[in-house]
């Protein structure tokens, strides 16, 4: 099974996927990926942010032979994956989060807008496979990664899609 792990930047992908890396997981950040495959070419000089193709990157996988494991990144579930697990984080504690990497506030705002609006979990909901979400807000790596291994487990109930809603932070950063 190929796993996408997904997520507004700051809900903590990266820190869960190196958990799941050293129990011996299959793991690829799909920043890696495009790296490794020159598909970091065209820098929105705007959006300090690169725009990756999605075909190409589906190539680079193809190309990669990775079979099973996790995809990391905020692109991940736009590919072509069995199951998309989507962190979350509440808007302020992101903005905390990406401040705290001294992200430029404007991209802070971008991203905390993001994660009020569900961006993210709804291109994950409108590719048809499972779809799960944690809400990280409050928990360490180590709970976010807990919560991955239960939805593996069979935990569907709690992390079912949609029991998260930050819509009415959307206001504030918009
Ligand atoms: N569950 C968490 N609780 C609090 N801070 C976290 C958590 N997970 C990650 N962080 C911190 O938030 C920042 C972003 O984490 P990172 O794993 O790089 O996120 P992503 O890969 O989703 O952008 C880092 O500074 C990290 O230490
Ligand atoms: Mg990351």
């Not at 807008?113 to 944690?134: M, N, Q, R």
Request: net charge negative; charged share 30%; aromatic share 4%.
């Amino acid at each position: 099974m190929l796993i996408a792990l997904t997520g507004t930047p700051g809900t903590g992908k990266s820190s869960v996927a190196l958990r799941l890396q050293a129990r011996g997981w299959n793991v690829l950040e799909v920043n890696d990926l495009a790296k490794k495959h020159g598909l970091l070419r065209s820098k929105d000089p705007a959006r300090d942010s690169y725009d990756l193709d999605l075909d190409e990157l589906q190539a680079a996988l193809g190309e990669e032979g990775f079979g099973e494991g996790v995809l990391v990144g905020h692109l991940s579930h736009l590919l072509d994956v069995d199951m998309v697990i989507v962190l979350r984080c509440h808007p302020d504690v992101l903005a905390k989060r990406l401040e705290g990497r001294k992200w430029a506030r404007v991209k802070v705002r971008e991203n905390a807008l993001a994660e009020s609006l569900d961006i993210i979990l709804a291109e994950a909901a409108d590719t048809g496979v499972p779809v799960f979400e944690i809400d990280t807000t409050d928990m360490l790596a180590p709970d976010a990664e807990r919560a991955v291994l239960d939805i593996l487990d069979g935990e569907k109930e709690k992390y079912a899609m949609g029991n998260i809603d930050w819509s009415e932070e959307a206001l504030r950063w918009s």
